[in-house]
């Protein structure tokens, strides 16, 4: 289990439950977001906006962020902030 899988505050371990940190993570968090932006790209593909089957098809393949793709982020943040 990675750290991404558990939220992180200093009160947590003592008043929240593992199936409440685990819901409030940031893999939960940000994988959630993205299967919203899927159901947004396919909503908005079937109202006529020009967006490839490919596209939505790289979404689909991508809706559980990785721990790599956390680090990235972070070193993206870092360098631009």
């Known amino acids: 289990m990675s750290s991404y899988d558990t939220y992180q505050t200093p009160l947590g371990s003592r008043y929240a439950s593992k199936d409440m940190l685990s819901l ?3 893999r939960t968090r940000s994988s959630t977001w993205r299967q919203l932006w899927l ?43």
């Open 24 to 26: 409030f993570s940031a």
């Open 39 to 81: 159901w947004l790209a396919e909503a908005e593909k079937e109202l006529g906006l020009p967006i490839p089957d490919e596209a939505i098809e790289q979404m689909r393949a991508n809706l559980v962020v990785s721990d790599q793709a956390f680090d990235v982020t972070r070193e993206f943040e870092a360098k631009f902030r």
